[in-house]
C-alpha cells in the first residue's frame, strides 16, 4: 500500500535551518509530482512547494519562495524540503502529498505529517 | 483574484443533504479538489476533477461546478462526516495550487 512518512521536524530558533524528509513507498514514485503542504495551529491547509517527477520543474508559494527548497531522490523515493531563514509564521505541521496524475495538483495521498516549531 | 473562499461553517442534521461551496475565479477555468480533515489527522481526499471519488469514498459524495462556483454535496450526511473540509484548485494563472480557507461541517 502506498505510504508517505515525514520526518526531520522539530523546534528551532528564528533564523535558523531545518530539512524535513518524505520516505516514501508503494507507489512509482519516479513517476509522481509530489507536493508540501502546511498548517499552522488551528488555521487551513497552505500549498508550500512542489516537483515535478523528474524534478526538472519546482514551483513555491509566495510566502515560502527563496527561503525554502524542494528536491528529491529518486534513487531514495524521498522528497525534500529544506527550510532556510524561518520565521515564526513558518510553525506549522508540513505534509508530503503525492499528485494523483502528472502535474494536476490532485493530491491524493498524504503523509501523517511532521511538526515544525519557529521560537526563541 | 487568485483566491478562493469558502464559508467558515456549515451544519446539516444527520441523514439530510449538505452543499458545501467554494469560490473563485480561477474555478471558471479549472476544476477544484476536495479534502476532509478530522482533528489529528491528515487531509484525505474525498473528490476532484469533474466528478470522480477516490476508491473508498462513499458515493454520498459528489461534486459539481457552475461558474465561479465548485460544490461538495453530501446526500445523506453521516455522523463520520463531521470534518472541516477544504476546496483546492488552481490561481488564476494555472501555475500554483490554492486551498480555501475550509468549512467546518458539524452533523448535528
Redesign the interface.
Known amino acids: 500500500q502506498v505510504q508517505l512518512v515525514e520526518s526531520g521536524g522539530g523546534v528551532v530558533r528564528p533564523g535558523r535551518s531545518l530539512r524535513l524528509s518524505c520516505a516514501t513507498s508503494g507507489f512509482i514514485f519516479s513517476s509522481s509530482a509530489m ?1 508540501w ?1 502546511r498548517q499552522a495551529p488551528g488555521k ?4 508550500v512547494a ?1 516537483i515535478s517527477f523528474d524534478g526538472s520543474n519546482k ?1 513555491y ?1 509566495d510566502s515560502v519562495r527563496g527561503r525554502f527548497t524542494i528536491s528529491r531522490d529518486n534513487s531514495k523515493n524521498t522528497v525534500f524540503l529544506q527550510l532556510n531563514s524561518l520565521r515564526a509564521e513558518d510553525t506549522a505541521i508540513y ?1 508530503c502529498a503525492r499528485d ?1 496524475y502528472g502535474w494536476s ?4 495521498y ?4 511532521t511538526g515544525v516549531t519557529v521560537s526563541s | 483574484s487568485s483566491e478562493l473562499t469558502q464559508d467558515p461553517a456549515v451544519s446539516v442534521a444527520l441523514g439530510q443533504t449538505v452543499r458545501i461551496t467554494c469560490q473563485g475565479d480561477s474555478l471558471r477555468s479549472f476544476y477544484a ?1 476536495w ?1 476532509q ?1 478530522k482533528p489529528g489527522q ?4 474525498v473528490m ?2 469533474k466528478n470522480s471519488r ?1 476508491s473508498g469514498i462513499p458515493d454520498r459524495f459528489s461534486g459539481s461546478s457552475s461558474g465561479n462556483t465548485a460544490s461538495l454535496t453530501i446526500t445523506g450526511a453521516q455522523a463520520e462526516d463531521e470534518a ?1 473540509y ?1 476546496c ?3 490561481d488564476i494563472s494555472g ?8 468549512t467546518k461541517l458539524t452533523v448535528l
Open positions: 507536493h503542504v487551513g491547509l497552505e500549498w512542489a514551483i508559494a505534509y494523483i495538483f490532485v493530491l491524493d498524504w503523509g501523517q505529517g | 479538489s479534502y480533515q491528515a487531509p484525505v481526499l476532484y476533477g477516490p472541516d477544504y483546492k484548485s488552481r501555475n500554483h495550487p490554492i486551498f480555501a480557507g475550509g
